[in-house]
Nanobody, 124 residues
Framework: QLQLVESGGGLVQAGGSLRLACAVS????????TGWFRQAPGKEREFVAA????????YYQEAVEGRFTISRDNAKDTVYLQMNSLKPEDTAVYYC?????????????????WGQGTQVTVSS
């Protein structure tokens, strides 16, 4: 069983930055592709970014490409999401997730394990 715990959320002004971290325990992270999703109030959960298990491929939602960077440190069993130039529309609960299978990392049904989420609020 894999456990994921997100941290680093908070309140930030528009244009600011936050760095989310997702610490993994229970099993080594190196066998899993990982992703970040978010859910804003009244909206469905949406894909934000993902990174392959080998870290050689990254994927981004168009709205965050160029502003967000996903990375991973397999030695520390941690995944990161650096978020720059934040906008009020980035406000949401952010979840990290891990997938052992192969498929499109854009799809949340591929992921086997999920964290509890961390709140990100961007004020205008």
């Amino acid at each position: 069983q894999l456990q994921l715990v997100e941290s680093g959320g908070g309140l930030v002004q528009a244009g600011g930055s936050l760095r989310l971290a997702c610490a993994v325990s229970g099993r080594t992270l190196r066998n899993y592709a990982t992703g970040w999703f978010r859910q804003a109030p009244g909206k469905e959960r949406e894909f934000v970014a993902a990174i392959s298990w080998s870290a050689d491929t990254t994927y981004y939602q168009e709205a965050v490409e160029g502003r967000f960077t996903i990375s991973r440190d397999n030695a520390k069993d941690t995944v990161y999401l650096q978020m720059n130039s934040l906008k009020p529309e980035d406000t949401a609960v952010y979840y990290c997730a891990a997938a052992i299978g192969r498929g499109s990392l854009y799809n949340d049904y591929l992921y086997d394990y999920w964290g509890q989420g961390t709140q990100v609020t961007v004020s205008s």
